[in-house]
């Protein structure tokens, strides 16, 4: 018994293999190509926005901080990550992520997603037994999201902007604790959207006086005429989780208990 030979190829089968008859919905080459730039942009807004509301996610307290913070690190780093850790949770249980009264969720945590005090956060956050966001970015040296923000709450962008713009759109407040390069790249884009009136007036803190003071001169800046005495206004200090979270209290943030436990039904 010898197999029946093969059919012979479709008239038009070059016609149906070519790249331009894929789907362009299902055609990776021409998706991320540059001319589909604005696309992928747009897709990256959408798909977080989708999936945010969903969760009934209104409002972020968004936390900043160096990826390099290890808990067991040198120096300051295990106070900064333990602290860090703190207001995840603290943030978390008095400030509306597990549920308001109206069903949905408030203040709910928000980091890049990564390592550090973004790790720490998320982690705070979860033992709280809430929902946190992580944003995660892909950088060259890839860097992985953290094993504590929700999965379901956890992203990937491509585009700075656009992570920036999520970070920002949502916040109630943000609170950042040491860092570097990234973490001033984010403040100093929150600072800017305030001090121009293009975001809402929300509280910003920074966690560790001694460190901020010591890295940065903003009174400086005030001196020689490049800031107003009024922007110093647009930010205050806090020593550890507590303080930040009543500083923010102090300066309006809207708490939301969760709804009351539910009453024993009458027999």
């Known amino acids: 018994m010898t197999d029946a030979p093969p059919p012979p190829p479709k008239a038009n089968a070059a016609q149906i293999a070519s790249p331009s008859y894929r789907m362009p919905a299902l055609d990776p080459q021409f998706l991320m190509g540059s001319s589909m730039r604005g696309v992928r942009f747009l897709l990256e807004f959408a798909k977080a926005d989708e999936i945010l509301r969903q969760w009934r996610v209104r409002s972020t307290i968004v936390v900043f901080g160096s990826a390099?913070?290890?808990e067991h690190g040198p120096g300051r780093q295990p106070f900064w990550y333990a602290e860090a850790r703190k207001f995840g949770r603290i943030a978390?249980?008095?400030?509306?992520?597990?549920l308001d009264g109206e069903g949905v969720r408030e203040n709910v945590v928000a980091t890049g997603g990564g390592p550090g005090i973004m790790e720490a956060a998320n982690r705070g956050a979860m033992e709280a037994g809430a929902p946190s966001i992580g944003f995660n970015i892909r950088l060259p040296f890839e860097q992985e999201p953290n094993a504590y923000s929700t999965p379901e709450l956890t992203f990937l962008f491509h585009y700075f902007a656009?992570?920036?713009?999520?970070?920002?759109?949502r916040a109630n407040a943000?609170?950042?604790?040491p860092g570097?390069?990234?973490t001033f790249d984010e403040l100093f884009e929150i600072?800017?959207?305030?001090?121009?009136g293009k975001a809402p007036q929300v509280p910003i803190v920074l966690v560790d006086g001694q460190y901020?003071?010591?890295v940065m001169n903003l009174e400086h800046l005030m001196e020689a005429g490049m800031i107003s005495p009024g922007d110093?206004?647009?930010f205050r200090y806090a020593d550890d989780a507590e303080s930040a979270w009543n500083c923010m209290v102090e300066q309006g943030l809207r708490t939301v208990s969760a709804p009351p436990e539910p009453k024993p039904k009458d027999i």
């Open 68 to 70: 390099r913070v290890q």
């Open 232 to 234: 110093l206004d647009l």
């Open 180 to 182: 570097g390069f990234g």
């Open 92 to 98: 978390s249980e008095r400030g509306g992520a597990l």
């Open 212 to 214: 901020w003071r010591s």
């Open 162 to 169: 656009m992570r920036k713009m999520h970070l920002a759109m």
């Open 174 to 177: 943000l609170v950042v604790f």
């Open 191 to 196: 600072l800017t959207l305030r001090q121009t």
